[in-house]
């Protein structure tokens, strides 16, 4: 292997996912990470959220404003997690106060009936256009990475019918009916693998799955609702690409996800780092995990927030300096410089 003194960003990032020994760890932010800038808003006010999803050139092009403002060691394409929903067939918007609203909510049987997996790959093409367009705007010197919402995430959106307070239809439809559960489930796996085997054929480096909503599981529900799911996609991707599960607010059982094989787990910032990693096998990499909130505050806060966190994993090969969930809207552009800045000084 190179000396890490003459890695690219891109080998970088796939050297700390496969635990190998480097002199600083690689660093990139969550998904949304240029939605502080400037340029980022100024599309804002001309297109609508699903217009800079849904068109290829727009989607590259917010991908590869914070790669061009900050230089991250990798860029995650721009896009959201409900797309496989509305590829399935059930289409969904954002409404001005209220969140996510999907055009329909999944109540019965015949609701599972009508979403249909075949064809996803077809009817998300313009994220695989996106994500050429991004490769090339990256060149060879940065990692790219897809990504995709977890079974149990998507299943919560679409069970609840968008946004909610608390999403408890999708475990109210798991104990009522589990074999009706895990139709969708099922369903929502198939499109997710081939979804995710569409972003690495287009260019991604890495893939993530989002279980963004895995801590509202209970934990003597979580494998059946959401692990075993993870785990069969990881699986079918494990071969061709580096997969990072991300299971925010599962912090109490670390072994099961270390049991679902994936090259890397997230970390959310109400956990010690370090404890996490000491309790996962050597093989297994880490990302994360600083406070979003951080990005709020000021540049020396920032800083040094990030200094203790790199500290911490001093000496652990395997350490992707990130955030512990999503970049904040409020996130100020001289604390995300002190960040990078910081990791980049590190020795």
């Given at each position: 292997m190179a000396e890490p003194s003459v890695l690219t960003a891109r080998k970088r990032f796939l050297a700390a996912c496969r635990c190998a020994?480097?002199?600083?760890?690689?660093?990139?932010?969550?998904?949304?990470a240029g939605r502080c800038l400037p340029e980022y808003r100024a599309l804002k006010e001309r297109h609508s959220f699903l217009q800079l999803v849904q068109t290829p050139a727009l989607a590259a092009e917010v991908t590869l404003q914070p790669i061009r403002q900050f230089g991250f060691d990798a860029a995650i394409i721009f896009s959201d997690i409900l797309v496989i929903a509305e590829a399935l067939g059930q289409p969904y918007r954002f409404t001005n106060g209220e969140g996510i609203k999907m055009e329909w909510?999944?109540?019965y049987g015949y609701h599972v009936d009508r979403l249909d997996p075949r064809g996803v790959?077809?009817?998300?093409?313009?994220?695989?256009?996106?994500?050429?367009l991004t490769r090339a705007g990256l060149g060879?010197?940065?990692?790219?990475?897809?990504?995709?919402?977890?079974?149990w995430t998507l299943a919560n959106f679409m069970v609840e019918g968008g946004s909610a307070p608390q999403f408890t239809r999708a475990l109210a439809l798991f104990r009522e009916n589990p074999r009706l559960y895990g139709r969708l489930a099922e369903k929502l796996t198939v499109g997710i693998v081939d979804y995710l085997k569409l972003q690495v054929a287009?260019?991604?480096?890495?893939?993530?799955?989002?279980d963004t909503l895995g801590g509202t599981a209970p934990p003597t529900d979580f494998d059946e609702v959401s692990g075993r799911w993870l785990r069969d996609?990881?699986?079918e991707l494990r071969d061709e690409a580096p997969v990072i599960v991300f299971a925010k607010g599962v912090n109490d059982r670390w072994d099961r996800l270390a049991a679902l094989g994936a090259t890397v787990l997230g970390v959310d910032c109400t956990?010690?780092?370090?404890?996490?990693?000491?309790?996962?096998?050597?093989h297994i990499a880490v990302q994360g995990n600083l406070d979003p909130v951080l990005l709020t505050t000021d540049a020396a806060t920032a800083a040094a927030a990030t200094r203790d966190v790199l500290e911490a994993m001093r000496?652990?090969?395997?350490?992707?300096c990130n955030l512990g969930h999503g970049v904040p809207p409020e996130a100020k552009l001289e604390c995300i410089e002190a960040l990078i800045r910081t990791v980049k000084e590190f020795k």
């Open positions: 020994p480097l002199d600083r760890p690689p660093v990139w932010l969550m998904r949304q909510t999944i109540e790959p077809n009817r998300l093409a313009y994220v695989a256009e996106a994500l050429r060879s010197d940065t990692a790219l990475l897809g990504f995709a919402g977890s079974p287009a260019g991604a480096d890495a893939v993530q799955l989002f996609i990881v699986a956990v010690p780092l370090r404890e996490v990693a000491d309790r996962l096998p050597p000496g652990r090969p395997g350490h992707i």
